[in-house]
């Protein structure tokens, strides 16, 4: 039996990661942060990716992620690795090496996977593909929020630009570029609370019988 997929793709600040993570444990299925592989390649060692891409030790633990023993999870985080993992994620040699990595996350029950090219490239077979976005003004505010709790100093409209940026590298990049599947659900969540939003998906995964506990 194939082991399903839900996966779910859209920009940085979307919110796919929470929502893929609560989705995954209502349903009981493993989850795929895809994005935190490209900001480990970035955190050790973005002078060689392709063989940090290869060679790197990783473990995901308890909604932590840890780099050869260590916990890495908040630095992680930090804007200056994010925007250095999209410069990696340009890659294709990277992103070849971290293909394999990514499919063998796929064990029963079944998986959520989120990323930005989750059901283009990496799972093109997933039971349900979402692509998930919401305007560029309420994804910086959110990452702004996410920031300042964190106590990290942001401005605002720095965060703007470098979003604007990494989303014109993500949909200009010559190998998987940010865009929706063709058969995939898509979803604004700008005006939607996170419950909201992943009840919408918990109620899609119903209509395709995905998951004992949907």
């Known amino acids: 039996m194939t082991v399903p997929v839900i996966a779910i793709d859209g920009p940085?600040?979307?919110?796919?990661?929470?929502?893929a993570h609560q989705v995954a444990e209502a349903l009981g299925f493993h989850c795929?942060?895809?994005?935190?592989?490209y900001r480990l390649v970035a955190l050790a060692g973005p002078e060689?990716?392709?063989?940090?891409?290869?060679?790197?030790?990783?473990?995901?633990?308890?909604?932590?992620?840890?780099?050869?023993?260590q916990d890495v999870t908040d630095?992680?985080?930090?804007?200056?690795?994010?925007?250095?993992a999209s410069d990696?994620?340009?890659?294709?040699?990277?992103?070849?090496?971290?293909?394999?990595?990514?499919?063998?996350?796929?064990?029963?029950?079944?998986?959520?996977?989120?990323?930005r090219d989750m059901?283009?490239?990496?799972?093109?077979?997933a039971a349900l593909k979402v692509f998930l976005t919401a305007t560029p003004a309420v994804r910086a505010q959110r990452r702004?929020?996410?920031?300042?709790?964190?106590?990290?100093?942001?401005?605002?409209?720095?965060l703007s630009r470098d979003l604007a940026q990494r989303d014109e590298r993500d949909a200009a990049r010559a190998v998987a570029p940010l865009a929706p599947a063709p058969d995939a659900l898509q979803l604004d969540?700008?005006?939607?609370?996170?419950?909201?939003?992943?009840?919408?998906?918990?109620?899609?995964?119903?209509?395709?019988?995905?998951?004992?506990?949907?």
């Open 48 to 69: 060689h990716p392709e063989q940090t891409a290869r060679a790197m030790q990783v473990t995901f633990q308890g909604g932590r992620i840890f780099l050869s023993g």
């Open 144 to 158: 702004h929020k996410q920031l300042i709790d964190k106590g990290i100093d942001a401005n605002l409209a720095a």
């Open 75 to 84: 630095k992680l985080r930090e804007e200056a690795v994010g925007a250095r």
């Open 189 to 214: 969540s700008s005006e939607r609370p996170l419950a909201q939003v992943v009840g919408l998906i918990l109620g899609w995964c119903r209509e395709r019988n995905l998951g004992g506990r949907a």
């Open 88 to 115: 990696v994620a340009q890659c294709p040699e990277v992103r070849r090496a971290l293909l394999e990595r990514q499919r063998a996350f796929r064990r029963p029950p079944g998986l959520v996977a989120e990323g």
């Open 119 to 125: 059901g283009t490239v990496v799972f093109p077979d």
């Open 32 to 37: 795929l942060e895809s994005g935190a592989l």
């Open 12 to 19: 940085s600040a979307s919110g796919k990661g929470a929502v």
